[in-house]
């Protein structure tokens, strides 16, 4: 079973995508939103592509 930190980090990755993907924030932006470094948006953004990667890898595309 997952806790509730990998919840928390789940949230954080996908709201650092929506965050630059929807509403075209930056790095800087984001880790102030957050209060932390934009290293670690930098991370949050590369393990949130990782998980989807593996999702996709795992299920393929269900669309077909």
């Given at each position: 079973?997952?806790?509730?930190?990998?919840?928390?980090?789940?949230?954080?990755?996908?709201?650092?995508?929506i965050l630059e993907f929807w509403y075209g924030y930056?790095?800087?932006?984001?880790?102030?939103?957050?209060?932390?470094?934009?290293?670690?948006?930098?991370?949050?953004?590369?393990?949130a592509f990782t998980a989807i990667r593996k999702y996709?890898?795992?299920?393929?595309?269900?669309?077909?």
């Amino acid at each position: 079973s997952r806790g509730l930190g990998d919840v928390y980090k789940r949230q954080t990755q996908r709201e650092t995508l929506i965050l630059e993907f929807w509403y075209g924030y930056g790095d800087q932006e984001i880790a102030a939103y957050f209060h932390v470094t934009p290293r670690t948006i930098y991370n949050w953004r590369q393990k949130a592509f990782t998980a989807i990667r593996k999702y996709y890898e795992r299920n393929g595309d269900e669309r077909k």
